[in-house]
């Protein structure tokens, strides 16, 4: 029996799988957990994600803090939707450096059709975390063919 | 004789090379040109810079957006100084795909330490261009002791 | 014979009178000119348009870039649709002082119901102008019934 | 003895005052409560703050969440520095209508010269309450010479 369009949502282990393919996985991006509504994700930190100073390229932080959003979204939506950016902002508190990257997303607001997240990202060392930036993202969920359309 | 410090800019030479580095070279970005306040850089696009969808990742095209702009920037200040990113905001106006994707930055507002940017990236394919993210972007001039500290 | 939905845009006439009422009025925001995908409004500025430093407030500089961007987008849409903010984002370039202020918005690209637009802030005293503010915002294209139900 | 400059804060007393002057009056604010980083406003709604909808122009809500901020930011700097906006970022999650908009921001990060934060808008009816917009917002402490030369 086939499933009515728009009743499922994502399943967990899918989702998880499905964050880590194409850039991200280029990046060392990994899944951490997830609930709905909230997803965590991880890089551990190598030489090729850093920028003039020595730091942490924003660019790595901002793909974490936009691609872990829309995971975060992903847990909402039925499965005949998928997600895109429309746009965010993003605010970068410290230079980044340390062991890994954590960034921690949550949807604060789910419209219609856009959703609203909020993302921290945390560089970790040692046990010690600081938050390096925290980005504001509006989601657009569209159905699967209007994409493919593009 | 030593030059005084806050006087001389950097070289076109050395920012076209300095751009491409860590996370920039790995993603495969190069330097196009440049003039005061304006940078322009491309990347060739490759399967390792995809999305789920199939489309070119966000966050590709935000480091164009922030890179670049960071670049722009540096063409306006004394070498005793670096360009940090305080903050950007992107749009993201269609899905990227094509050969290769294109940076335009410029400068639109110089103050004391604060410098407004503005980015866009085109999709590139068989010689059509399509703009595919417009950023606004916030960068702070600051001496080089004061980010060795942190 | 009754006009068929989405078919017909606003007219010049309705719009730029439409634009002036309640709290545009209040701020006394008038309608300069209007074409497709763009609106010009001022504002003459008033002691009650200042801030504690005597310069204008920068909440007046947001209500006119986000009123003249909506504006601007009305220009585009059909008559059974209205615009609403999704978000945007403004950087304030210099504190604001002078004879009136002029805003100028335009369309930057127009989705399926999604408009991305531009608007500059002006301060404009004894003929000469500065950009005081840049703004990105970020409108939606939706039915009058659809926002009549919220 | 004169004051150290750069050591007093400013009062509690002076600040919930200081934020109701010239817009923020016009436009009807009051100052609810305030402690380090934080400060909370109030707005009754009335007529003249009002769209072509019947909804809150969303130049209230920003003026809201802006000049809140800039006074959750006041909270945490000495007195011969003031805090001007260099930019901020609104989302409007729902059209606002009810008796009075409340406003509640934060500062999350405390630079050297910069300060992040957050405003939240809620627009309150009968005792309940919604959020209807979410800023994040990037301050600058400046000298209060360098404000008055501009």
């Known amino acids: 029996m086939p499933k009515k369009p728009g009743k499922n949502k994502y399943s967990p282990h899918f989702l998880k799988r499905d964050a880590v393919q194409g850039f991200t996985e280029y990046c060392g991006l990994t899944s951490v ?10 890089i551990k930190i190598e030489k090729h994600h850093l920028q003039q100073d020595g730091f942490v390229h924003a660019g790595v932080i ?16 039925p499965e005949d939707k998928v997600i895109l950016t429309v746009e965010y902002k993003i605010n970068f508190l410290r230079p980044a450096s ?24 945390y560089s970790i060392a040692e046990g010690n975390e600081d938050m390096v930036a925290k980005a504001m993202l509006t989601m657009a969920s569209v159905s699967k063919e209007r994409v493919r359309e593009k």
């Open 33 to 42: 957990s997830m609930e709905p509504g909230r997803f965590v994700t991880r």
């Open 62 to 77: 901002a793909t974490m803090a936009d691609h872990t959003a829309g995971y975060a979204s992903f847990t909402l939506i």
């Open 98 to 121: 340390g062991d890994f990257l954590e960034c921690r997303a949550k949807v604060i607001n789910q419209g219609k059709s856009i959703l609203v997240c909020e993302s921290e990202v």
